[in-house]
């Protein structure tokens, strides 16, 4: 069985970590899958998927590692107009910080429950906001 | 705290409710295809996040040129209802429509809107054809303030030998009962433009340059380096706004730019807000 929900979020500063932990919990639990995996994807390029320890001190750790490799002005290629979006691209710290933390995780579904480590929490990672942003959490099994 | 002075309205999910072919006609005539469209508890949280509590919106009539609107009057009309408190919004009257001169007047009496956005490298047109005698006429007895057009356009078929500021000196300078304010500095005709807002009070511009590099890169060009060091302070204060240019550059980004260029206090707050508000309304900042 597959069960594919579509959430979206608005996010409200240009850099924002956004607890989405209890979502995916309670998509897994009305998905009806008993065992499986869940996987929680977003489809933005500006935007990612981090699990760590939901501490605002870890968030604030985070944060400082992600401007240390990606500083809001820097050398980048991607500052010039982009005639596909009439717009300069000026978000190059959005896709580098992206990559950095990925897209997308996976958790095993065991009993209907998405099993996740006690200190564990999803956050979807706004590099580029304030914006709205898609985020699919898939429940594949039986 | 900022007022953004110059915003294009035309992927906004509410403007698309009224030019469902404005978003189409974006793609085609602004090269833009990959942008989306955004729902208004987007525009606002975005607006948050940059302390701009109000925008003026534009509304885009290519009658004559292209054979519609990229946003409509009456969608930016509906626009302003929806939200008083954050949206003031410009009517756009391609000058060579027969039904020019009722056209503003609908605008500027019925719908409410507050002034006039002229772009004559895109509507094709000069300032000052017969044609656009009328309008500049109406706006000067409602008092409604007229913003053109002026320096580089990404657009195609909009010529930059159309949008020089000094272009416009003539009917600046013929109508100083008009406030009138040209976007982007002119870039790159930052000189011709310093020129007008040195001779002609009746004359605007805004900070919505961002044509090649990050709003940093622009911001600190503009500012430091085109303008000397002092110009902004002793002779351009009550002249200049703050502006986006909407969709093509977020205003927080370019608030955060102009945010490192020092200015003293008072100027600070006259570009961000005082000057926007005497533009639409007259009087000082």
Known sequence: MVVLEERRYLSRAPEEFMDITEDVRAVVRDSGVTAGLVAVICSHTTCGIVINEGLPCVEADLRRMLDRIAPLEGDYAHAHFLPSYGATGNNSPGHLKSTVVGSHCVFPVIDGEAVMGGAQTVWLAEFDGPQKRKVYIEVLGE | ?285
């Open chain 2, 1 to 285: 705290m900022a007022i953004d002075a110059h915003v294009h309205p035309v992927l906004w999910s509410e403007t698309l409710e009224f030019d469902r072919a404005g978003l189409a006609a974006w793609g085609d005539l602004y090269s833009a295809h990959l942008m989306g469209a955004m729902d208004w508890d987007e525009v606002s949280v975005e607006m948050d996040a940059g302390s701009v509590t109000s925008a003026f919106v534009m509304a885009l009539d290519l009658t004559a040129t292209v054979g519609g609107t990229v946003v409509s009057n009456d969608a930016v009309a509906a626009l302003v209802a929806a939200h008083p408190e954050r949206l003031v919004g410009f009517a756009s009257v391609d000058p060579h429509r027969s039904d020019a001169a009722a056209e503003l007047e609908r605008c500027l009496g019925g719908l409410g809107l507050r002034g006039l956005f002229l772009h004559p490298s895109k509507q094709q047109f000069s300032l000052d054809e017969s044609c656009v005698e009328p309008l500049l006429g109406l706006c000067e007895r409602h008092e409604a303030p007229v913003y053109v057009h002026a320096g580089m356009s990404w657009q195609p078929c909009a010529y930059g030998e159309d949008a020089r500021p000094a272009r416009f000196e003539r009917v600046i300078a013929e109508h100083p009962g008009v406030r009138f304010a040209l976007t982007q500095f002119g870039w790159p005709w930052v000189d011709e433009m310093v020129m007008l807002l040195l001779k002609y009070p009746n004359c605007y511009t805004d900070t919505a340059v961002n044509t090649i590099g990050s709003p940093q890169e622009m911001m600190e060009r503009l500012f430091l380096h085109d303008l000397g060091p002092r110009w902004l302070e002793l002779s351009l204060s009550r002249q200049v706004m703050f502006a986006s240019n909407t969709p093509r550059f977020r205003a927080f980004k370019m608030l955060r730019a102009l945010d490192g260029i020092p200015m003293p206090p008072e100027v600070r707050h006259r570009v961000y807000e005082g000057n926007a508000l005497a533009f639409l309304e007259g009087g000082d900042a």
